[in-house]
């Protein structure tokens, strides 16, 4: 069956025994070769043909040959499309080819060498493909029937031969007799017979032909012939019978090229040009795609690049299955079709070149595309790089641009950190050395500054907690410290959005909107490696242990010596590392941090002083400003380590909790390194928060100064603060971050308690050295700068007249500074106390009583301080008074007795105690009078029991001159002076007779007229001493002593 439909196949010269429609080639008539189908070709070949080739006819017993090919020409030839085995073995040769896997059908000049008709025949290649498995006995059989078939085909063709011998032989004669008489026309008569008729002479004759070019210049046509009829003799000299018309048919030529050339030609070019314009008019579209994407390209256009690719790859798609469904059906292509291949090959390089260059800026861009997280208002556009991403995705691309993308941000983020760190590193170190090698700041100065917290509720001014170059180091600091730990444009907060963005992608949310590309040829970028995520989990790790170890070293390691880093210009040294402009905290054009390397600060003297072993604390800060900054920057810090914490990396080896741990450390060795720091300076101020007095009266309270509420307000800012630094409370404000602050340690409570109450001491004995010393100390200090920061303090002394107050005088300043310390031992002090006891949960119950006691022991001390001159000198008046010989002069009888002088003497000094006491702290008034008035009746008793014997007029000088002493201090007598005065009495008593006593019961009643008297005569003088008229008396004050003298005489 199958043998019978490949003869069917071959001898119709079909690929089918079930056609579709009717081939083409069958249309054509063989019987006029001028109307064969003309084919074209991409390259078509051109053939030289002689001048006789219109003579020339394809034989047509051609068609009688089944399965018989055509050439390029249409022309057919002997060679057959397929053959049945010359050995008898198969039907078809070309199905066993086919079944070998050989490609016979698409290759001709090796299907030839299989088919026994054509010359390129090989016998060896056909036997080692076709019967490469025959035995010898099955080949030995197919020479058998290769034999028979040539005996079978020479038996045909001797038959035929023998039937029309005689027919080819009179055809071969006059065709010899012909060419014979056409060669020698015009030749000379031979003068020998003619020879009969041969054969063989025709047979050689008809081989000594030849031909040559119609136009060859080389025949010698030049050559004169012998006569006119030998021009057309069929002879080489006459070339064959066309010497005598060539040069005319040269010469027409030559004329025709002359006169047609140039319309001939601008003919062919207008046609050529006109194909041109109507292949851009049908390919317009293909020729617009190289320009609009280069202006896509240049408006960064990415959707039009995307389009723009899209046509141009389905154009070349459209032009590579052309060229295949040609190759595949073996059918030349039309010359449009040519032409549209090469231009959609061209516009493909074009836009191919275009894309390639597109996609390696894009990889540039993608590298140095760093940038903080937009702003709420804007999360609704895409990303700069998710917008690269997506084009080099759609286009397609070799590599992961995700991965691209994530590892160069890592890299940015890596240096980004280490050139922050460096760089705030050696400026903070040059601000220091700046401050150190300056001078150091004025009591004066000092005094401002701590005089700048607010108290009563207001606000202190931040702006003045230090000086000006204090107060920038801080806050150079403090931004240092935001620039690196803010989530909030700071580096951590972009390491925070690189995690975050990261595990987008590893979570693959953010792929969701991203295109697979042409094919889904970008399908395989969308999914990150599990080797990927883990080295960017190990990456993000990194990122946060060189931050969290840049900031321990920078709190616990002493200041750094290497400043070369700002070196302007920078020295080719590997020791200095280059600083991207993207990591600059400050501008280079800042002359704080441009100097040469001959002109570098010098290192801070080492003078011992307590901040030479701090990097972040200041030259000579004090307290006040170190709490108020640190307190921030702990917060900034203990938020950012629990933001680091919570970013909730994989805990892999324990490396997840050994992060916590370290980030608890972290918070826990910087906030120790602060409260050490801290404390130092603490205990530095309290030592000068002496300056604080400037010896002007409180507008709250009058007997004090404005020393208690300053000490209060400081005292609480530094509390205040110190407690954000402790327990950091404010880092954990965030709802689900991770705690990271463990509670402060025992020796860290204590360190504080310790300065705390030993602030409180050296506060109080700041206050004694004032009262006694004045500003002795502090005077050259505070008189030689006259600016705006003594001017208050001077002014205070200077219009002591507005103030009430004469600094100047130590017992206004003794009844000033015991007038405070009582306001700050029964409010300021205890509150304070307890402000700490609930600030810092702990109970100073030692430490109170302690105070309380040192409160007491310096009360006394001042008060003896101011007392004691007085009563010294009411002593001497009274002793000299009393043992004075004119002390008891004697009267005559009726006479009016006067008080000693000495009484008005003590009684104008008490005068002027109570003057000066009511005016400058009146609360003491009573309590110091009355300790005079003890005083005095203890100076009276130790005088009288200096004399061994009273007389009458002794004894009544004496109760004259106690009892209006007790008569006009009456308001400040205590129970001690009225026991003094009772022993008075005892005392005169035991040193007189009966007498006396029996005669001054008689003078009782004048001495109590004189007593009145003397009352209402100096009510006016002694009016300072009289109880205020409230309705209340004094405990155990008699009405009058005069009637305890005379019951006590009656008795």
């Not at 979570?507 to 969308?526: E, T, V």
């Not at 004995?765 to 100390?777: C, D, H």
Request: aromatic letters at 6%; a neutral charge.
């Amino acid at each position: 069956m199958a043998a019978t439909e490949a003869k069917l196949q071959n001898y119709y010269n079909i690929s089918t025994l079930y056609p579709s429609e009717w081939p083409a080639e069958k249309d054509v008539s063989s019987d006029d070769d001028e109307d064969l189908p003309k084919t074209s070709t991409s390259n078509p070949v051109r053939r030289s043909k002689s001048r006789y080739s219109v003579l020339e006819r394809s034989g047509s017993y051609r068609r009688t040959l089944p399965g018989a090919e055509k050439t390029r020409d249409g022309l057919e030839n002997l060679v057959q499309k397929d053959e049945s085995d010359p050995l008898g073995a198969f039907p078809s040769v070309v199905q066993v080819l086919r079944q070998r896997g050989l490609p016979v059908e698409d290759d001709t000049k090796m299907r030839n060498r299989f088919l026994l008709s054509s010359t390129t025949f090989s016998p060896a290649l056909f036997l080692s493909q076709v019967h490469n498995d025959d035995s010898t006995d099955q080949l030995l059989r197919g020479l058998d029937f290769l034999s028979r078939s040539i005996e079978k085909k020479s038996a045909s063709l001797k038959v035929l031969v023998e039937s029309n011998f005689e027919r080819f032989v009179r055809a071969k004669a006059t065709i010899d007799n012909v060419y014979n008489e056409m060669r020698e026309q015009g030749a000379a008569e031979p003068e020998s017979p003619k020879r009969p008729h041969s054969r063989h002479t025709s047979k050689s004759a008809s081989h000594g032909r030849s031909t040559s070019g119609p136009l060859s210049p080389n025949l010698g046509s030049n050559k004169p012939l012998p006569s006119d009829k030998k021009k057309n003799a069929l002879v080489k000299e006459s070339e064959y019978g066309v010497a005598g018309i060539k040069a005319p048919l040269l010469e027409v030529a030559v004329k025709a090229e002359e006169v047609w050339g140039p319309a001939l030609g601008g003919r062919d070019k207008e046609e050529t040009l006109k194909a041109i314009l109507s292949s851009m008019e049908r390919n317009r579209a293909l020729f617009e795609i190289g320009a609009s994407l280069q202006d896509a390209i240049k408006r960064k256009d990415h959707e039009t690049i995307v389009e723009d690719y899209t046509r141009a790859r389905k154009y070349a798609d459209d032009a590579r299955s052309m060229v295949e469904s040609a190759n595949y059906h073996r059918k030349p292509l039309a010359d449009d079709q040519v032409h549209q291949i090469i231009v959609t090959a061209r516009m493909w390089a074009d836009v191919d070149g275009q894309i390639d260059s597109f996609k390696r800026d894009a990889w540039r861009t993608l590298t140095g595309m760093h940038f903080n997280k937009q702003q709420a208002m804007a999360e609704d556009k895409p990303e700069a790089y998710m917008e690269l991403i997506s084009i080099m995705l759609e286009l397609g691309v070799e590599e992961n641009p995700i991965w691209f993308w994530l590892l160069s941000r890592y890299d940015f983020l890596k240096n980004k950190i280490a050139a922050t760190c460096e760089r705030s590193k050696v400026e903070i170190e040059i601000l220091r050395r700046h401050l150190g090698n300056g001078e150091k700041p004025t009591l004066s100065m000092l005094a401002l500054h701590l005089r700048s917290v607010g108290s009563q509720g207001r606000s202190g001014d931040p702006g003045k907690m230090d000086s000006a170059k204090v107060l920038e180091f801080w806050e150079h600091v403090l931004g240092s410290m935001n620039t690196l730990l803010s989530t909030q444009g700071g580096v951590l907060g972009e390491v925070v959005e690189y995690w975050d963005t990261a595990r987008s992608f590893i979570d693959g949310k953010a792929q969701k909107n991203l295109p697979i590309g042409i094919d889904g040829s970008s399908r395989q970028h969308h999914r990150l490696s599990t080797d990927g995520v883990r080295e960017l989990e190990k990456g993000v790790i990194e990122l946060i242990n060189v931050i969290r170890e840049h900031i321990f070293s920078f709190f616990s390691d002493p200041p750094i010596d290497d400043i070369s880093l700002l070196f302007s210009p920078l020295p080719t040294t590997p020791l200095t590392p280059k600083t991207p402009m993207s990591a600059a905290l400050t501008p280079l054009n800042d002359s704080r941090f441009r100097f040469d390397p001959n002109s570098a600060p010098p290192p801070s003297p080492s003078r011992g002083e307590s901040w030479e072993k701090y990097a972040f604390w200041p030259p000579y800060s004090n307290a006040l400003s170190g709490v108020h900054y640190l307190a921030k920057i702990l917060v900034l810090i203990g938020a950012a380590a629990s933001e680091m914490a919570s970013l909730r990396l994989p805990e892999r080896s324990e490396t997840g909790m050994r992060m916590t741990e370290l980030l608890k450390s972290l918070v826990g060795g910087v906030r120790e390194r602060c409260v050490s720091a801290v404390c130092v300076a603490w205990d530095l101020d309290a030592d000068k928060v002496k300056v604080l007095e400037d010896w002007t009266r409180s507008s709250e309270r009058r007997d004090s100064t404005n020393l208690p509420s300053r000490f209060m307000a400081l005292q609480n800012a530094l509390l205040g603060n110190l407690q954000k630094i402790l327990y950091v409370s404010d880092a954990m404000s965030k709802p689900g971050s991770t705690d990271v602050v463990v509670p402060p340690s025992a020796k860290l409570l204590q360190m504080v308690r310790s300065q705390f109450v030993t602030s409180l001491y050296k506060a109080l004995s700041g206050m004694v050295e004032n009262a006694e010393k004045g500003r002795v100390l502090v005077d050259d200090d505070w008189d030689d700068v006259a600016d705006e920061l003594t001017v208050p303090a001077q002014k205070a002394v200077e219009d002591s007249s507005l103030s009430g107050i004469d600094a100047s005088n130590q017992s206004i300043r003794l009844l000033l500074t015991l007038s405070t310390l009582a306001h700050l031992s029964m409010d300021q002090i205890p509150n304070l106390i307890s402000i700490f006891e609930s600030t810092f949960s702990v109970a100073l119950t030692d430490e109170t009583t302690a105070i309380r006691d040192s409160l007491a022991k310096i009360d006394a001390h001042l008060f003896k301080s101011y007392t004691k001159p007085i009563a010294d000198r009411l002593a001497a008046t009274i002793t000299t008074g009393i043992q004075s010989p004119n002390w008891a002069p004697t009267v005559s009888r009726g006479s009016d007795r006067s008080p000693s002088p000495y009484v008005y003497e003590v009684l104008l000094d008490l005068v002027i105690v109570h003057t000066e006491v009511s005016t400058t702290a009146n609360p003491l008034t009573g309590r110091i009078l009355k300790f005079l008035f003890e005083h005095i009746s203890v100076c009276l008793i130790n005088t009288f029991q200096s004399r061994q014997r009273y007389t009458l007029a002794h004894l009544m000088q004496a109760t004259l001159d106690v009892e209006f002493l007790a008569q006009t201090l009456s308001t400040y007598t205590t129970e001690k002076a009225a026991e003094v005065q009772t022993e008075i009495y005892q005392v005169l008593d035991q040193r007189t007779d009966n007498e006396a006593r029996v005669k001054l019961q008689n003078e009782l009643p004048s001495l109590r007229l004189i007593l009145k008297r003397l009352r209402e005569g100096t009510r006016s003088q002694f009016a300072c001493f009289r109880r205020p008229k409230r309705g209340t008396v004094v405990d155990g004050r008699p009405a009058s002593r005069g009637i305890s003298i005379v019951s006590r005489g009656r008795d």
